[in-house]
């Protein structure tokens, strides 16, 4: 599908007049002999990977980072699908990084799905660009693990594993006893022997179980989940056993099956509370865009119990769950708003995962839990800003328009211009321009992720940009250009340094 797009109609299609269009013509892009990986290295101790993969999957690991753009853009010339390169850095993050702390330079796996959302929207042959920048991010990740001990994923212990009929049991009662020897062997069985969705109903319950490394753990899960489905489920081994090895990090805790620590606590009160929370289903619910304010408000000063108790209220009451996410969604797009930086991003990138768990599963009362941990959440993300600094005294449902151009086109230039030299004018712009219609959302997308492709530095400038992008519309439309608003604080705009990725790809496209 990447291939059948031609120059003249990707041209026809961007953007015409400004700082964004000044970018530069992607039509170097249109000129994606096939050099093979080494096939006389030492047979390493490695997981194996599917034959038709392993030579693509070693040279991403095996070629250097200033070599590797001539050789993947010579695998696109000699057939090499997008699909197979998306699998193919994936799979070499997932074992050759170690997936702990799940963060860092984990984000080599945590940043692919993200990238592959970027491509989707992006038109023509620019599609290939962020999937470049994921790859040659890989290197870099690559490179710090080798520094903390060189991490590789090893063949699993055939003999040790159980048999098919009691594997489910076997890895539930590893990951509640933080058991990772038992939940790897248990993982792999599981992966060849279940169905995609039997394994992950068991995994998005995990996947929100702590607050361990700020909420990459579901992150983890739901990108791990995204990505097999494009890629494939026969992929699905070495991911299962690195997710659940993810899962199990406790960093320098004890085992937490033993010991009560404030990371562990909503999961442990949020399933109890299940029992005073009828099925979402049971009957009607009425949508509230005066609930998801009132959510809004109260997790402000909430603590993490009094956030998953105020979820309950409102279920209780009949609201429906579309209006409680639009107060996850609103209170994670203010707290950016008030603290912009890493905790920030976080808050938007997790509702995002956790919300898209809850889309997913299957199971009503993991839906509830996944709700009641986020509501947790969000207090806990709201704690640790304040432990970094003082947060701005913003309000996203009071944030007031700010005069923009009548051209949407124009708006959209001066939006950009504006990011980087007053984050909260550009918040104010956007919402100006959207509330103008919803058309105007598309443009405003394209702009910002054609300034991510060539000026994201950072696996967070996809990540973030993804998730708030996506969610937009998982948001209530009475709330939408608010939500979207809030993402300014955190997009690219057009006076930030270029990264370098374009050129690298119009030189390697000159010597292949």
């Known amino acids: ?80 699908s997008y699909e197979q390169l998306l699998a193919a850095v994936f799979l070499a993050g997932v074992r050759g990084i170690q997936p702990r702390p799940v963060g860092f330079k984990f984000h080599a796996v945590l940043v692919v799905n993200s990238a592959h959302l970027a491509s989707l929207r992006a038109p023509d042959k620019e599609r290939w ?47 509640e006893h933080w058991d990772e020897e038992a939940a790897d ?88 509370r299940l029992a005073d929370i009828e099925s979402l289903w049971k009957r009607p619910r009425r949508m509230s865009a005066e609930a998801a304010g009132d959510l809004l408000a109260a997790l402000r000063a909430a603590s993490p119990a009094d956030g998953s108790s105020k979820v309950v209220e409102l279920l209780k009451n009949g609201i429906h769950p579309h209006s409680i996410w639009d107060g996850l969604f609103l209170t994670a797009g203010e707290l950016i708003m008030r603290q912009p930086g890493i905790i920030g991003i976080h808050c938007v990138t997790s509702v995002n995962a956790l919300h898209y768990a809850y889309q997913t599963a299957a199971s009503d009362e993991t839906r509830r839990l996944l709700m009641l941990q986020a509501a947790s959440f969000l207090p806990m993300f709201r704690q640790t800003m304040m432990g970094r600094g003082k947060l701005a ?15 949407p086109r124009e708006a959209v230039e001066q939006i950009f211009d504006t990011v980087g030299k007053d984050m909260p004018l550009a918040a104010r712009q956007t919402l100006a321009l959207l509330e103008g219609g919803a058309t ?73």
């Open 185 to 272: 062997r248990a993982v792999t069985v599981l992966a060849r022997t279940a169905s995609a969705e039997q394994v992950y109903e068991l995994f998005w319950r995990f996947g929100c179980r702590d607050f361990r490394d700020i909420c990459h753990k579901a992150i983890y899960t739901a990108n791990s989940w995204r990505t097999l489905q494009t890629i494939g489920w026969r992929h699905a081994e070495p991911v299962l056993r690195s997710l659940a090895y993810a899962l199990l990090d406790r960093g320098k805790d004890a085992n937490p099956d033993k010991n009560d620590y404030d990371a562990d606590r909503p999961f442990r009160d949020n399933r109890k």
């Open 393 to 407: 005294e913003v309000k996203i449902d009071k944030l007031e328009k700010a005069e923009v151009k009548a051209d």
């Open 129 to 175: 660009l962020p999937l470049f920048w994921a790859i040659d991010n890989f290197k870099s990740s690559q490179t710090r693990n080798k520094s903390e001990g060189d991490w590789r994923m090893a063949p699993v212990a055939e003999s040790k594993l159980p048999p098919p009929h009691e594997a489910s049991k076997r890895f539930v009662e590893a990951m």
């Open 1 to 80: 599908m990447f291939d059948s797009l031609n120059r003249r109609r990707f041209v026809a299609r961007s953007l015409q007049a400004g700082a964004v269009a000044a970018l530069g013509d992607y039509g170097f892009l249109h000129g994606l002999p096939a050099p093979a990986a080494d096939s006389d290295k030492a047979t390493r101790h490695l997981v194996p990977l599917h034959s038709e993969m392993e030579p693509l999957v070693r040279l991403i690991e095996d070629t250097p980072r200033d070599k590797l753009m001539e050789r993947i853009v010579a695998e696109v010339r000699s057939s090499t």
């Open 440 to 512: 105007r959302f598309p443009p405003l997308v394209r702009a910002a992720e054609r300034l991510i492709f060539a000026k994201g530095t950072d696996s967070h400038d996809y990540k973030f940009s993804s998730a708030a992008l996506e969610d937009y519309y998982h948001v209530s439309s009475a709330w939408r250009a608010r939500y979207a608003a809030s993402s300014l604080f955190n997009l690219k705009g057009t006076g930030a340094p270029d990264n370098g990725l374009i050129e690298r790809t119009r030189a390697a496209l000159a010597k292949t």
